[in-house]
T-cell receptor, first 116, second 112 residues
Protein backbone atom coordinates (compact mmCIF):
# COMPACT_ATOMS: atom_id res chain seq x y z
CA UNK A 1 0.00 0.00 0.00
CA UNK A 2 1.19 3.52 -0.76
CA UNK A 3 0.26 4.80 2.66
CA UNK A 4 -1.59 8.03 3.32
CA UNK A 5 -1.15 10.44 0.43
CA UNK A 6 -1.33 14.20 0.83
CA UNK A 7 -1.14 16.95 -1.73
CA UNK A 8 0.33 19.38 -2.25
CA UNK A 9 3.46 18.82 -0.19
CA UNK A 10 4.20 22.53 -0.10
CA UNK A 11 1.91 25.50 -0.59
CA UNK A 12 2.79 29.17 -0.57
CA UNK A 13 -0.07 31.59 -0.88
CA UNK A 14 -0.98 35.16 -0.10
CA UNK A 15 -3.23 36.27 2.68
CA UNK A 16 -6.88 36.18 1.69
CA UNK A 17 -6.53 33.37 -0.82
CA UNK A 18 -8.35 30.08 -0.59
CA UNK A 19 -6.25 27.03 0.21
CA UNK A 20 -7.32 23.43 -0.33
CA UNK A 21 -5.39 20.53 1.12
CA UNK A 22 -6.08 16.99 -0.04
CA UNK A 23 -5.77 13.58 1.52
CA UNK A 24 -6.18 10.00 0.37
CA UNK A 25 -6.32 7.60 3.33
CA UNK A 26 -5.14 4.02 3.33
CA UNK A 27 -7.67 1.81 1.58
CA UNK A 28 -10.02 0.12 4.03
CA UNK A 29 -9.41 2.50 6.90
CA UNK A 30 -12.54 3.77 8.62
CA UNK A 31 -11.15 6.83 10.38
CA UNK A 32 -9.53 9.94 8.97
CA UNK A 33 -7.92 12.70 11.01
CA UNK A 34 -6.67 16.17 10.19
CA UNK A 35 -3.94 17.66 12.40
CA UNK A 36 -2.04 20.92 12.44
CA UNK A 37 1.51 21.21 13.75
CA UNK A 38 3.23 24.43 14.75
CA UNK A 39 6.19 25.23 16.93
CA UNK A 40 4.04 27.23 19.31
CA UNK A 41 1.09 24.87 19.74
CA UNK A 42 2.53 21.48 18.86
CA UNK A 43 0.26 18.88 17.26
CA UNK A 44 -3.43 19.78 17.30
CA UNK A 45 -6.33 17.62 16.17
CA UNK A 46 -8.61 19.69 13.95
CA UNK A 47 -11.32 17.22 12.96
CA UNK A 48 -11.87 13.54 12.44
CA UNK A 49 -14.24 11.40 10.40
CA UNK A 50 -15.64 7.92 10.81
CA UNK A 51 -16.99 6.28 7.66
CA UNK A 52 -16.96 9.69 5.93
CA UNK A 53 -19.03 11.35 8.67
CA UNK A 54 -17.46 14.13 10.79
CA UNK A 55 -17.40 13.00 14.41
CA UNK A 56 -15.58 15.77 16.24
CA UNK A 57 -14.73 19.15 14.76
CA UNK A 58 -14.12 20.92 18.05
CA UNK A 59 -10.51 21.54 17.09
CA UNK A 60 -11.32 23.53 13.98
CA UNK A 61 -10.03 27.00 14.84
CA UNK A 62 -12.77 29.06 13.26
CA UNK A 63 -15.27 29.28 10.46
CA UNK A 64 -12.56 29.93 7.93
CA UNK A 65 -11.69 26.24 8.17
CA UNK A 66 -13.86 23.52 6.68
CA UNK A 67 -13.33 19.84 5.96
CA UNK A 68 -15.18 17.33 3.85
CA UNK A 69 -14.98 13.66 3.09
CA UNK A 70 -17.17 12.96 0.06
CA UNK A 71 -16.11 9.32 -0.12
CA UNK A 72 -13.95 6.77 1.64
CA UNK A 73 -10.87 7.56 -0.41
CA UNK A 74 -10.72 11.34 -0.36
CA UNK A 75 -10.87 14.24 2.05
CA UNK A 76 -10.20 17.97 1.80
CA UNK A 77 -9.35 20.66 4.30
CA UNK A 78 -10.13 24.14 3.08
CA UNK A 79 -9.09 27.49 4.49
CA UNK A 80 -10.94 30.52 3.16
CA UNK A 81 -9.71 33.20 3.50
CA UNK A 82 -6.21 32.23 4.61
CA UNK A 83 -4.21 34.27 7.11
CA UNK A 84 -0.51 34.30 8.00
CA UNK A 85 -1.26 32.63 11.35
CA UNK A 86 -2.51 29.59 9.43
CA UNK A 87 1.06 28.85 8.38
CA UNK A 88 1.82 25.36 9.68
CA UNK A 89 2.30 21.76 8.64
CA UNK A 90 -1.02 20.00 8.14
CA UNK A 91 -1.12 16.23 8.53
CA UNK A 92 -3.73 13.74 7.51
CA UNK A 93 -3.86 10.36 9.24
CA UNK A 94 -6.04 7.29 8.98
CA UNK A 95 -6.75 4.26 11.12
CA UNK A 96 -8.72 1.08 11.06
CA UNK A 97 -11.49 0.40 13.54
CA UNK A 98 -11.05 -3.22 14.37
CA UNK A 99 -12.74 -3.17 17.77
CA UNK A 100 -9.40 -3.75 19.47
CA UNK A 101 -7.76 -1.29 21.81
CA UNK A 102 -4.86 0.78 20.62
CA UNK A 103 -5.25 1.03 16.87
CA UNK A 104 -2.34 2.71 15.13
CA UNK A 105 -2.77 5.98 13.27
CA UNK A 106 -0.91 6.18 9.96
CA UNK A 107 0.24 9.64 9.05
CA UNK A 108 0.82 11.19 5.68
CA UNK A 109 3.95 13.22 4.91
CA UNK A 110 2.16 16.50 5.58
CA UNK A 111 1.51 19.71 3.67
CA UNK A 112 3.71 22.62 4.61
CA UNK A 113 1.63 25.78 4.25
CA UNK A 114 3.05 29.28 4.21
CA UNK A 115 0.66 32.20 4.05
CA UNK A 116 2.35 35.49 3.24
CA UNK B 1 -10.27 14.63 30.32
CA UNK B 2 -7.26 12.84 28.89
CA UNK B 3 -3.82 14.40 28.94
CA UNK B 4 -0.20 13.44 28.35
CA UNK B 5 2.79 15.12 29.95
CA UNK B 6 6.27 14.53 28.60
CA UNK B 7 9.59 16.12 29.26
CA UNK B 8 10.43 19.14 27.20
CA UNK B 9 13.46 19.00 25.02
CA UNK B 10 15.66 19.30 23.33
CA UNK B 11 17.61 16.35 24.65
CA UNK B 12 21.17 16.14 23.39
CA UNK B 13 23.12 12.92 23.82
CA UNK B 14 26.34 11.48 22.54
CA UNK B 15 26.19 8.38 20.39
CA UNK B 16 25.87 5.16 22.45
CA UNK B 17 24.49 7.00 25.47
CA UNK B 18 21.44 5.75 27.39
CA UNK B 19 18.15 7.46 26.62
CA UNK B 20 15.15 8.04 28.85
CA UNK B 21 12.23 10.26 27.87
CA UNK B 22 9.63 10.55 30.61
CA UNK B 23 5.91 10.39 29.95
CA UNK B 24 3.02 10.44 32.39
CA UNK B 25 -0.67 10.48 31.63
CA UNK B 26 -4.12 11.22 32.96
CA UNK B 27 -7.01 9.29 31.50
CA UNK B 28 -10.48 8.00 32.17
CA UNK B 29 -10.74 4.26 31.96
CA UNK B 30 -7.86 2.11 30.79
CA UNK B 31 -5.94 3.77 28.00
CA UNK B 32 -3.74 2.32 25.31
CA UNK B 33 -0.35 4.02 25.27
CA UNK B 34 1.89 4.86 22.33
CA UNK B 35 5.18 6.34 21.35
CA UNK B 36 5.29 7.92 17.91
CA UNK B 37 8.43 9.23 16.23
CA UNK B 38 8.76 12.02 13.69
CA UNK B 39 11.92 12.20 11.61
CA UNK B 40 12.82 15.54 10.01
CA UNK B 41 10.47 16.47 7.20
CA UNK B 42 8.21 13.46 7.69
CA UNK B 43 4.90 12.56 9.31
CA UNK B 44 4.62 10.73 12.59
CA UNK B 45 4.98 6.97 12.66
CA UNK B 46 4.28 4.48 15.38
CA UNK B 47 7.37 3.40 17.30
CA UNK B 48 5.77 1.13 19.89
CA UNK B 49 2.63 0.68 21.92
CA UNK B 50 1.12 -1.12 24.92
CA UNK B 51 -2.55 -1.78 25.48
CA UNK B 52 -2.73 -2.96 29.08
CA UNK B 53 -0.95 -2.56 32.38
CA UNK B 54 2.52 -4.11 32.70
CA UNK B 55 2.78 -4.65 28.95
CA UNK B 56 6.11 -3.72 27.42
CA UNK B 57 6.22 -2.30 23.94
CA UNK B 58 9.48 -2.58 22.03
CA UNK B 59 10.84 -1.75 18.60
CA UNK B 60 14.23 -0.84 17.08
CA UNK B 61 15.90 -1.14 20.49
CA UNK B 62 13.43 1.19 22.17
CA UNK B 63 11.29 -0.01 25.06
CA UNK B 64 8.50 1.35 27.24
CA UNK B 65 6.52 -0.33 30.01
CA UNK B 66 2.92 0.53 30.85
CA UNK B 67 2.94 1.37 34.57
CA UNK B 68 -0.60 1.83 35.82
CA UNK B 69 0.42 2.49 39.42
CA UNK B 70 2.55 5.47 38.42
CA UNK B 71 0.53 6.35 35.28
CA UNK B 72 3.74 6.38 33.28
CA UNK B 73 5.10 5.10 29.97
CA UNK B 74 8.74 6.15 29.85
CA UNK B 75 10.72 5.54 26.67
CA UNK B 76 14.19 4.00 26.96
CA UNK B 77 17.00 2.90 24.71
CA UNK B 78 20.28 1.49 25.87
CA UNK B 79 22.51 2.92 23.16
CA UNK B 80 21.33 5.70 20.87
CA UNK B 81 22.57 6.30 17.37
CA UNK B 82 22.77 9.44 15.26
CA UNK B 83 19.90 8.04 13.17
CA UNK B 84 17.65 8.18 16.26
CA UNK B 85 17.63 11.97 16.09
CA UNK B 86 13.96 12.86 15.81
CA UNK B 87 10.98 14.16 17.77
CA UNK B 88 9.28 11.61 20.03
CA UNK B 89 5.62 11.89 20.99
CA UNK B 90 3.93 10.06 23.83
CA UNK B 91 0.21 9.48 23.24
CA UNK B 92 -2.87 7.67 24.51
CA UNK B 93 -6.31 6.58 23.41
CA UNK B 94 -9.18 5.30 25.52
CA UNK B 95 -11.97 2.83 25.05
CA UNK B 96 -13.10 2.10 21.54
CA UNK B 97 -12.46 5.64 20.42
CA UNK B 98 -9.81 6.24 17.80
CA UNK B 99 -9.09 9.79 18.91
CA UNK B 100 -5.54 10.01 20.21
CA UNK B 101 -4.22 12.54 22.71
CA UNK B 102 -0.60 13.51 21.98
CA UNK B 103 2.04 15.03 24.22
CA UNK B 104 4.03 18.06 23.12
CA UNK B 105 6.89 16.03 21.69
CA UNK B 106 10.51 15.76 22.82
CA UNK B 107 13.25 16.53 20.35
CA UNK B 108 16.25 14.22 20.57
CA UNK B 109 19.56 15.11 19.01
CA UNK B 110 22.33 12.53 18.99
CA UNK B 111 25.80 13.75 18.23
CA UNK B 112 28.67 11.57 17.00
Amino acid sequence: DAGVIQSPRHEVTEMGQEVTLRCKPISGHDYLFWYRQTMMRGLELLIYFNNNVPIDDSGMPEDRFSAKMPNASFSTLKIQPSEPRDSAVYFCASSLRSGRAGETQYFGPGTRLLVL
Amino acid sequence: GNSVTQMEGPVTLSEEAFLTINCTYTATGYPSLFWYVQYPGEGLQLLLKATKADDKGSNKGFEATYRKETTSFHLEKGSVQVSDSAVYFCALSTGGYQKVTFGIGTKLQVIP
